[in-house]
Nanobody, 125 residues
Framework: QVQLVESGGGLVQAGVSLRLSCAAS????????MGWFRQAPEKEREFVAT????????YYADSVKGRFTISRDNAKNTVYLQMNSLKPEDTAVYYC??????????????????WGQGTQVTVSS
């Protein structure tokens, strides 16, 4: 099993950048694919980005492509989400998720078995 703890959220103005971190513990981090999801009030949890156990394989939601970058440091057991050019519609609770690595990308929340507690990101206009 793996435990996940997110950090880095906050209240920012539109157009600025923010970096979220997710620290993992418990199991061999390098054997897990990692993902970021977000959930706005009264909306479904939606996929943001995922990264395979090898850092050169990433996949993004169309809504964040070109603005957000997911990365990981397996030596530090940490995955990051660099968010640039933030928009008010990016406001949500952001969750880190993990699943044991397998073939293909997973953009469904149901594919991930481990979740962090979430960190709030609020973007004001």
């Amino acid at each position: 099993q793996v435990q996940l703890v997110e950090s880095g959220g906050g209240l920012v103005q539109a157009g600025v950048s923010l970096r979220l971190s997710c620290a993992a513990s418990g199991d061999t981090f390098g054997t897990y694919d990692m993902g970021w999801f977000r959930q706005a009030p009264e909306k479904e949890r939606e996929f943001v980005a995922t990264i395979k156990w090898r850092s050169d394989n990433t996949y993004y939601a169309d809504s964040v492509k070109g603005r957000f970058t997911i990365s990981r440091d397996n030596a530090k057991n940490t995955v990051y989400l660099q968010m640039n050019s933030l928009k008010p519609e990016d406001t949500a609770v952001y969750y880190c998720a993990a699943r044991r690595t397998r073939i293909g990308y997973a953009n469904s929340a149901a594919a991930y078995g481990y979740w962090g507690q979430g960190t709030q990101v609020t973007v004001s206009s």
